[in-house]
């Protein structure tokens, strides 16, 4: 079993899942990973290289739009909180995050009506750069979402299978409505007077590092310690958040992990593209597995305990409108008012 206080975070193959004599080997691999570090490197994954390839291409050129042609996608034109933010818009714990990013989701209409959930509100359609201004990004960005959508419903079944569970148990907390997965991608530009891109927090993701020149990204051990997840070629990131460690009774570990903003020697700014994602009845051996490892620490980061008493759709729109205010009052006008009952803040705060 790996040690809580993992030096290095593990690369997982996931060919071997393809394939039945080697698909145990996988989920054990799998299990290990979910229980002690909550953070591992994908590789031989189906998604399409050349696409990936493209996509890195077409970054550096969606950052370098006119400010003016960025500002008419803001997000606050969206109740789905999906768009532009620009540079130093959120806080975490207190602190600017020093990153300018654009929300984008897997293709998607809303079917949001009076009466139903307002979480429900979240799903809906993307905004875009025009295609005079990027050609070819809008197809580029939606195949590379649908792909890594089918990626991401096939692992959480391999989840399911390493916790000891039927391999669609998971699927139930999801309806064919709101399986939109959402993605952002990020610029965090060199800084000179901090060096936080984003700072200490849980969420969940599927991360592609764009920027294979810049580390940055690190997540924390039992100890506290911040260890460096820097990019490998051809490999996505994958960690895990507070909704699926609440669901399986804390067997599943969120792991603490945050940005460093690029040092100062650096030529080029770090880019990154994250893929984000009722209580379970754990199997006593899987159970047995979370108390050889022990309680997870507080550490921190925010840690979103409103898991434990709400379900995962309106804890997600709450934090949407914490680091988006301006779209909750534009599109949330009642909860705006609940969440800022002074106003308008200066910043978002983020996690």
């Given amino acids: 079993m790996t040690n809580a206080n993992f030096q290095s975070i593990p ?9 039945p004599d080697s698909r145990a080997k996988f989920v054990a691999q799998l299990q290990d990973v979910i229980v002690n570090i909550g953070f591992l490197y994908l590789e031989n994954t189906p998604i399409d290289k050349d696409i990936v390839s493209k996509l890195k291409a077409q970054i550096p050129h969606l950052f370098a739009l006119p400010q003016k042609e960025k500002d008419k996608l803001r997000m ?19 602190t600017v995050d020093h990153r300018e990013q654009f929300d984008f989701g897997t293709p998607c209409e809303s079917t949001f009506k009076l ?15 025009s295609e005079e ?12 979402l649908t792909q890594l959508q089918a990626l991401a419903s096939d692992f959480l079944r391999l989840i399911s299978e390493a916790l000891g569970l039927l391999p669609d148990t ?9 399986r939109m997965h959402l993605s952002k991608i990020v610029q965090y530009p060199v800084q000179p007077n901090s060096q936080q ?21 690190q997540a924390q051990n039992f ?10 070629p051809d490999t996505f990131v994958i960690n895990f958040g507070r909704s699926l460690e609440f669901v399986t009774q804390g067997v599943v570990r969120a792991t603490s992990h945050r940005v460093l903003a690029p040092s100062l020697d650096s030529k080029t700014p770090r880019y990154s593209v994250p893929v984000d994602e009722n209580v379970l009845t754990m199997p006593a051996e899987i159970l047995k597995l979370r108390d050889e490892r022990g309680p997870l620490p507080v550490t921190e980061s925010i840690n979103f305990s409103e898991y434990a008493h709400d379900v995962a759709g309106k804890v997600y729109l709450v934090g949407r409108a914490k680091s988006h205010p301006d779209v909750a009052e534009r599109h949330y006008p009642d909860l705006f008012k609940q969440l800022f009952p002074d106003g308008m803040p200066l910043h978002g705060v983020a996690y």
Avoid: C
Avoid at 76 to 94: D, I, Q, V, W
Avoid at 133 to 144: I, V
Avoid at 170 to 178: A, E, H, I, T
Avoid at 225 to 232: M, R
């Fill in 11 to 19: 690369t997982l193959d996931y060919s071997l899942a393809a394939h």
């Fill in 76 to 94: 606050a034109n969206s109740p789905h909180f999906l768009g532009y933010s620009r540079l130093g818009a959120e806080l975490t714990k207190g």
């Fill in 115 to 129: 009466g139903d959930p307002e979480y429900w509100n979240i799903y809906g359609p993307s905004q875009y750069p």
């Fill in 133 to 144: 201004l990027l050609p070819g990004f809008r197809s580029l960005m939606e195949t590379y």
């Fill in 170 to 178: 998971l699927d139930q907390f999801y309806s064919s409505d709101n």
């Fill in 197 to 217: 891109g984003v700072g200490a927090h849980y969420d969940s993701a599927m991360l592609l590092q764009a920027s294979e020149e810049h580390r940055g990204l």
């Fill in 223 to 232: 100890r506290g310690d911040w260890i460096d997840v820097p990019p490998k």
